[in-house]
C-alpha cells in the first residue's frame, strides 16, 4: 500500500480520493440560528460563532477547505482576522487539515483537548496508520470536560465526548431566534468508523469512552442538533426549508437522541463483531 504525504506525517493511503471529493463539494454559506453561521463544505462542516469583539470558528476541514473556509466567512460579512479562537472536535485530518492554515490567516489561538493535542502537533492520528496525515499545528491552549470558553456575547461549554477519538470534544451554547432561545449541540462524532474496540494497546478505553460519551450526550438539551458532517444531520433538506423562509428549520429537540440511539446501537454491533473475531483469532486451532 502506499504511502502518501499530507504536511510532514506520512501513512498509509488506503485510498481516500472519492470520500475528499464528496468533502470537499463546494457550498454557500448561511446563517442556521443567532449568530451561528455555516462556513464549512458540502462534505465537512464548519461553523463561524460571531460576537461584538470578535468571533469562534469550530472545525478546519481538509487542507484543501481552509481557503473556501476563510471564503466563506468573509463572503458573510466578517473578518477573518476577527476570528480570535478555533476550536477542534476531533483530530482526524478530515477535520484537522485545514486548522494550521486557518490559524496562519486569522492569527486565532487554538484551542483543544489534552488527549487530542499530540495529534494535532504531530500531525496525524497516532496508532491509525489507515487515516491521511495532515500539517501539524500548535495547540495554543487545553481544554477541559466543563470549562467555559467565552468571547464578548458567545459563551460555549466543553464536553468531553471520548470514543472515535481519545479526545473527541463536543460543544453546547445558547442562541436567541426571533426571540426564543435555543439550546445547540455542537457534536463530535460518535460512530466506531474503524476504531479498535477490543485488543487496542493504544486506546484500551476506547468501548468504555462510547459508553460514556452516549450518556453525556443524552444528559444535553438541543433544541438545534449539528455534527461535522452534514449528512448526519440532514442539512441540505433543513437548509432548503430555512431559505424556503422558515427560520426555525434546524430546531428538532429529539434529533440528538435519535442521533445517539442510532450510534449506540451501531457501536454495540461493531463491538460485538470485534469480540467475535477476536475470540475466533485465539481459539486453538481445529485440526
Not at 92 to 120: I, M, N, V, Y
Not at 138 to 154: N, P, Q, S, T, W
Not at 272 to 287: D, T
Request: charged content about 25%.
Amino acid at each position: 500500500m502506499p504511502l502518501l504525504l499530507i504536511g510532514a506525517a506520512p501513512v498509509q493511503d488506503p485510498d481516500w480520493s472519492d470520500a475528499i471529493a464528496e468533502w470537499t463539494t463546494p457550498m454557500e454559506p448561511f446563517r442556521i440560528a443567532g449568530n451561528v453561521h455555516y462556513v464549512g463544505t458540502g462534505g465537512i462542516s464548519a461553523y463561524l460563532i460571531t460576537g461584538p469583539e470578535g468571533h469562534v470558528l469550530i472545525d478546519g476541514a481538509l487542507p484543501q477547505s481552509a481557503g473556501a473556509i476563510a471564503a466563506h466567512i468573509r463572503a458573510l460579512g466578517f473578518r477573518v482576522e476577527d476570528v480570535r479562537y478555533i476550536l477542534i472536535n476531533h483530530a482526524h485530518f478530515d477535520h484537522s487539515g485545514g486548522l494550521a492554515e486557518l490559524k496562519r490567516l486569522t492569527g486565532a489561538k487554538l484551542l483543544a483537548s489534552a488527549a487530542d493535542k499530540p495529534d494535532l502537533e504531530a500531525g496525524r492520528t497516532i496508532g491509525r496508520d489507515d487515516l491521511l496525515g495532515f500539517p501539524a499545528v500548535a495547540v495554543d491552549r487545553v481544554i477541559a470536560d466543563g470549562e467555559h470558553v467565552r468571547l464578548a456575547g458567545i459563551d460555549l461549554t466543553v464536553h468531553a465526548t471520548p470514543g472515535h477519538t481519545p479526545g473527541c470534544t463536543s460543544w453546547s451554547m445558547r442562541v436567541a431566534e426571533g426571540g426564543r432561545p435555543l439550546d445547540v449541540v455542537f457534536t463530535c462524532s460518535i460512530t466506531v468508523a474503524g476504531q479498535k474496540l477490543v485488543g487496542n494497546a493504544g486506546y484500551p478505553d476506547a468501548a468504555d469512552d462510547f459508553r460514556r460519551s452516549f450518556a453525556t450526550l443524552r444528559r444535553l438539551r438541543a433544541d438545534i442538533f449539528l455534527s461535522f458532517h452534514p449528512t448526519v444531520f440532514g442539512m441540505e433538506e433543513k437548509r432548503r426549508r430555512l431559505l424556503a423562509g422558515d427560520p426555525l428549520a434546524f430546531v428538532d429537540a429529539k434529533e440528538l437522541g435519535r442521533v445517539v440511539d442510532a450510534a449506540e446501537a451501531g457501536f454495540k454491533k461493531e463491538l460485538a463483531e470485534q469480540r467475535a473475531k477476536a475470540a475466533e483469532a485465539s481459539a486453538p486451532a481445529r485440526r
